[in-house]
């Protein structure tokens, strides 16, 4: 008796009175006692499955019981049928019955943008869909019922034969596009501010200049349903208008998602210079001003800023970058200035190139010398011979590249300078003891 390892297959000795029916050979027995092991003589084996030359029954038998049970379903034994009515199989019917995607479909009251065209000239539209209505535009006008319903991603044409995409809104989309009053903060300056502070979920933030609320809106993304902000506004127009703005974005996010916008801003009609009773209780893990005079507001701010929390504010000229400098000299604050940046973005626009008639162009093959396009040839030939030795390049593809020119510059139209990053750290100046040493 030959036997494997534990997890090797096991060869038994074929007993002749075990097999019936003619056999085409005889084979000799091992010798010893004519039976299996874990027969018994009980009850008659089942019939064997036919024989494979080279490999014997036995074995394919012995890796049959070495296979897990849902394994040894694909090898022809029949599984016990699942009730409908187990969790499991509940589970499974309720997941192919969703949608392949998480994605919801358009409804009544939530923001939608639109937008249209190619290239660099790109037009949006942010609109707040109805169960009726139309969406007016200088492209046509579409019923809102053609909408509702739809997913994102969606291309419509309006009643003048334009073709548009429809899709919900990015945070950056609607901080661009919605209702302003006063010159908003961008978004590219929003995110190095985030980055300056670095803020967690959870913490608690000051911004003094709420503005059109759009750093608002970063900031409580930023912080989380565990953290607070605390917007102060002078301008009660600009107060006003950033409460509107944060509302109108929650309430197009909770139609639009499962999980709701958190709820974690505090619009305050106050001056900052004004408010140090409103937050002699509080300490703020980061503080964000977007103000005029900035160094105004940081002797009031300093002592709730926690030790080693940042400072970022938004300057929009270098003379008030150096004025908030001075104004940190002259009020004696352990305030050091870490950086001062100004955020450039420079977009591209990359195509296919098309002449005026909307054909895209050929591209025409330069004119080169006979001996030079021999010695090419060749030259090319010796590296194909050299990478055909590598097995493991992969084939090339048969699209015809570089079969149309295409066009590669910066757009026209850039977003150039908008402000100045100032990143204020508070620290622990030394102690005159410490300074003697």
């Known amino acids: 008796m030959l036997t494997a390892g534990r997890r090797g297959p096991v060869w038994l000795p074929l007993r002749r009175p075990l097999l019936r029916g003619p056999e085409p050979e005889p084979e000799p027995e091992a010798g010893g006692r004519a039976r299996a092991s874990g027969d018994g003589g009980a009850r008659p084996p089942p019939p064997p499955p036919p024989r494979v030359r080279g490999l014997g029954t036995r074995r394919l038998s012995s890796l049959e019981k070495l296979r897990p049970p849902a394994l040894q379903g694909r090898s022809g034994r029949a599984l016990p049928a699942r009730d409908p009515s187990e969790p499991e199989a509940a589970g499974r019917q309720a997941s192919s019955a969703r949608a392949p995607s998480g994605e919801q479909p358009f409804r009544a009251g939530e923001l939608v943008l639109a937008e249209l065209g190619k290239r660099e000239t790109r037009f949006k539209k942010l609109f ?101 902000v605390i917007s102060f506004e002078i301008r009660k127009d600009h107060h006003e208008l950033a409460k509107k703005n944060y509302k109108h974005w929650r309430d197009s996010w909770k139609r639009s998602h499962i999980e709701e916008w958190p709820d974690n801003v505090d619009f305050i009609h106050k001056d900052i210079s004004g408010a140090t009773k409103d937050i002699e209780s509080l300490t703020f893990d980061a503080v964000a001003l977007d103000m005029l005079n900035p160094q105004v507001a940081l002797p009031v701010l300093y002592p709730n800023l926690k030790q080693g929390g940042v400072c970022a504010v938004y300057l929009a000229n270098i003379t008030q970058v150096i004025e908030l400098l001075d104004g940190i000299r002259v009020c004696d604050l352990a305030l050091s200035c870490e950086k001062i940046s100004e955020v450039i973005v420079r977009d591209w626009l990359v195509c296919l190139a098309k002449q005026r008639n909307e054909i895209l162009a050929q591209k025409v093959e330069p004119k080169i010398n006979t001996d030079l396009q021999l010695h090419s040839q060749k030259k090319i030939g010796i590296e194909g011979e050299m990478l055909q030795e590598d097995d493991h390049e992969e084939p090339h593809s048969d699209f015809p590249y570089g079969s149309f020119p295409y066009i590669a510059r910066p757009i026209h139209w850039q977003t150039g300078h908008t402000a100045f990053l100032v990143k204020l750290r508070k620290f622990k100046p030394l102690s005159t003891s410490d300074d003697s040493k």
């Open 128 to 228: 707040q869909l109805n169960n009726a209505g139309l969406l007016n535009s200088s492209w046509g006008a579409v019923p809102f019922s053609e909408v509702v319903g739809k997913l994102p991603g969606q291309v419509l044409r309006s009643s003048s034969g334009q073709r548009f995409v429809l899709r919900r809104p990015s945070l950056e989309d609607y901080v661009l596009l919605m209702k302003r009053g006063p010159a908003i903060t961008y978004p590219k300056d929003m995110t190095m501010m985030l980055l300056m502070m670095n803020i967690h979920p959870g913490d608690t933030v000051l911004e003094a200049g709420s503005g059109a609320g759009g750093m608002s809106l970063f900031l409580s993304k930023a912080v989380g349903s565990q953290g607070r």
